[in-house]
């Protein structure tokens, strides 16, 4: 079994690390090779389990789409190499043979004719006629690899076709993935935070012996109809334009509409080529469309809230040069057919059987302002949840969300419904005051007073309001203390030019987070979770510490896993290398998740002390001010000390005020003698 080079989106990469060696036993989806572009940094995994025959590359190779890098073994010492000849072979045998070939090999050959969009699943009988356990596979979503954000059914669950099965967020889409079968769900083979690809296991749904059969037989005349069309696009696009104005329109959501979430550019804003410059939404994916060439935004034809469909002009752009081959025109001119033809075999939206609109708690969906249009942009929500509030009417920023993350569930917005329509009658004051997300009532008008210029925060800085929002319900005290780092200090100026030699920015910030996290060890109510209850608190087996780094953009915390198990040169090394990821916007989801305790320092900027804000669901957060040299008594005189002042931020519902000020005084006593960490 050869192991080749993926599609990695470019055209040449860079074997960087091989990750094996000739001999090793590896398993399915274990990384074998390190491939580097100028784009991004990809692991192969490999497809089958065996044993490492041959390694075909070596480390700063060029390799392109197909290259083989590994060739397996499999562990019964057979070998093979699948060749393309013999996959046609195998096909075309299925085709005039299908009733003496397994039900696999059939319905691998009908998959292998559908269009990428509408392979959702891939199904497997392996029952009888009764009865046959079909397996649905993760579709190609556009990217190598996602996360699985949401698993939406449980075992046991009756599923319909087309209903969302999972919710997968890579870091240019969030897609729930439909089932294409209705049945029983028989096993779940994946968890939330698994880092999947296309292919991969999803569940088992147990289902009429004949449905897989007769969905497979049904996609064939469907793909038979959108293949030529997938094919015709490429021919005009093939010829390179000149110089000039490119419309970028709406590409295939594998859905009649979507609306526009979120235009992330402005008219006269310069671009790059994949550079996102729209956010638009279905009810089955969020997806950022990218500018496919370098240049100025000309025209904006659409608007926050608008309903548009597959081959709508979105924005116009003023090309700097070639045009890359994701023309838009073909597909305004080849799609609109596929797309009038797919609407006319829907059915009607839910909407329209869904409940009177006099009944809905608040204005449906088309009568949104821009304020509120704008606001349910900025809300951590999966696609099912926003069809689902723009069914009921339902303005996403006025819900408060339960789900991991501050992510809004279905739950959410039928209880907020449930409020709405329980709600007493006579209380048009409450019903007319505009409440924002924080609470807060709308803004005066300046207009007497100068006016404004509207200037709109980072993308970075909206995802973060709804999460500081929540720090309005902590009960939050700051303790303050003063170390005294001295020494500390001395000893990690003469270990600076050593560490230095090795690449290495060793910081007073990683002597502290050892310290934290050896007190955090005998202190476990400060890396602790007040229970959903609020009658008990949650220990964490683990301790995963967050860092805040400013960049930019804003703030973000990304977490340092573990910091109790590592030296301090481990840890000097993790925190450099998750700032520079911080400051090259290459955080991965992983990267800032899982936190129990969070450090933030103020470095060499200034100020003498502040509170730091409780990042819930945590209990606790450590501030660190600049050092500074001051006067401190001996006994009989004063000696210059160059002293270090914390502020330690507690939820007093879990601290008491007692336990925050022994916690700060333990760490006083690590940081002016660091030695006492090893007895």
């Known amino acids: 079994m050869q192991i080749k080079t993926p599609d990695i989106g470019v055209d040449k990469a860079t074997v960087a690390e091989i990750l094996v060696k000739v001999g090793d036993s590896v398993e399915i989806d274990d990384s074998l090779v390190l491939l580097e572009s100028d784009k991004a940094s990809v692991e192969v995994p490999s497809t089958s389990a065996g044993i490492v025959k041959s390694i075909t590359v070596a480390a700063g190779d060029v390799v392109s789409e197909g290259s083989v890098l590994i060739e397996l073994e499999a562990e019964d010492g057979s070998t093979g190499v699948v060749e393309a000849q013999e996959a046609d072979a195998s096909q075309k045998t299925s085709e005039n043979t299908p009733t003496s070939l397994p039900d696999q090999e059939i319905m691998q050959e009908l998959s292998s004719h559908q269009p990428k969009a509408a392979q959702a699943v891939e199904q497997t009988a392996q029952t009888g006629a009764t009865s046959s356990i079909v397996e649905v596979k993760l579709p190609d979503i556009g990217v190598e690899k996602a996360l699985v954000g949401e698993i939406l059914v449980q075992v046991g669950d009756q599923i319909e076709v087309d209903q969302s099965l999972v919710v997968v967020e890579s870091d240019k889409a969030t897609v729930e993935v439909p089932s294409t079968v209705s049945g029983t769900v028989e096993s779940i083979e994946i968890k939330e935070g698994d880092s999947v690809k296309e292919g991969v296991l999803i569940l088992k749904v147990k289902t009429a012996g004949s449905a897989p059969a007769t969905q497979a037989e049904a996609a064939k005349p469907e793909a038979a109809q959108v293949t030529p069309e997938a094919k015709a696009e490429p021919a005009p696009q093939a010829a390179a334009a000149p110089a000039g104005e490119i419309e970028v329109a709406v590409p295939d959501l594998g859905v009649?509409?979507?609306?526009?979430?979120?235009?992330?550019?402005?008219?006269?804003?310069?671009?790059?080529?994949?550079?996102?410059?729209?956010?638009?939404?279905?009810?089955?994916?969020?997806?950022?469309?990218?500018?496919?060439?370098?240049?100025?935004?000309?025209?904006?034809?659409?608007?926050?809230?608008?309903?548009?469909?597959?081959?709508?002009?979105?924005v116009t752009i003023e090309a700097a040069g070639q045009v890359k081959a994701a023309s838009t025109p073909a597909a305004k001119t080849e799609s609109a057919p596929a797309v009038k033809a797919e609407a006319a075999?829907?059915?009607?939206?839910?909407?329209?059987?869904?409940?009177?609109?006099?009944?809905?708690?608040?204005?449906?969906?088309?009568?949104?302002?821009?304020?509120?249009?704008?606001?349910?942009?900025?809300?951590?929500?999966?696609p099912a949840v926003r069809k689902l509030a723009r069914e009921l009417g339902v303005v996403l920023a006025e819900v408060q969300a339960s789900g991991p993350h501050t992510r809004l569930m279905k739950e959410d917005v039928?209880?907020?419904?449930?409020?709405?329509?329980t709600a007493p009658q006579d209380a048009p004051v409450a019903a007319a005051a505009a409440v924002q997300v924080a609470g807060l009532p709308k803004l005066p008008d300046f207009s007497a007073f100068g006016g404004v210029e509207e200037k709109a925060m980072t993308r970075l800085q909206q995802v973060s309001v709804p999460q500081l929002s929540l720090n309005n319900y902590i009960p939050q005290v700051t303790q303050f203390d003063l170390a005294d780092i001295t020494e500390l200090e001395a000893w990690r100026g003469d270990l600076k030019a050593k560490f230095k030699q090795d690449g290495i920015s060793l910081t007073i910030l990683a002597f502290i987070a050892k310290a934290v996290a050896h007190l955090l060890k005998e202190e476990p109510y400060f890396a602790g979770h007040l229970a959903d209850d609020q009658?008990?608190?949650?220990?964490?087996?683990?301790?995963?510490?967050?860092?805040?780094?400013?960049?930019?953009?804003?703030?973000?915390?990304?977490?340092?896993?573990?910091?109790?198990?590592?030296?301090?040169?481990?840890?000097?090394?993790?925190?450099?290398?998750?700032?520079?990821?911080?400051?090259?916007?290459?955080?991965?989801?992983k990267d800032l998740q899982g936190a129990n305790f969070t450090i933030t320092s103020l470095g060499s900027i200034g100020g003498t002390a502040f509170t730091p804000l409780v990042n819930w669901p945590q209990v606790a957060i450590l501030g660190i001010s600049p050092a500074t040299m001051q006067p401190v008594?001996?006994?009989?005189?004063?000696?210059?000390?160059l002293m270090l002042p914390l502020s330690l931020s507690y939820d007093h519902r879990v601290i008491n005020g007692a336990d925050a000020a022994r916690f700060t005084n333990k760490l006083t006593k690590l940081l002016a003698d660091i030695r006492s960490l090893l007895l």
């Open 345 to 382: 075999t829907k059915p009607a939206p839910a909407a329209d059987t869904s409940a009177p609109v006099e009944q809905a708690p608040v204005q449906s969906a088309d009568k949104l302002s821009k304020e509120q249009n704008a606001a349910n942009a900025k809300v951590y929500a999966g």
């Open 414 to 421: 039928f209880a907020y419904v449930k409020t709405r329509l």
């Open 633 to 641: 008594w001996n006994g009989t005189g004063f000696d210059p000390k």
């Open 256 to 314: 009649d509409k979507a609306a526009v979430a979120e235009i992330l550019v402005q008219v006269g804003d310069t671009v790059e080529a994949d550079q996102s410059i729209i956010v638009v939404e279905s009810d089955k994916a969020t997806v950022e469309v990218p500018s496919p060439s370098a240049g100025v935004i000309k025209a904006i034809h659409v608007e926050v809230g608008q309903n548009v469909s597959q081959g709508i002009a979105l």
């Open 535 to 589: 009658k008990s608190v949650l220990f964490r087996n683990e301790i995963h510490m967050g860092i805040a780094v400013a960049t930019p953009d804003g703030l973000t915390v990304p977490v340092l896993r573990n910091p109790d198990q590592k030296s301090i040169k481990q840890i000097a090394v993790e925190l450099g290398e998750l700032s520079k990821k911080a400051r090259d916007k290459k955080l991965s989801p």
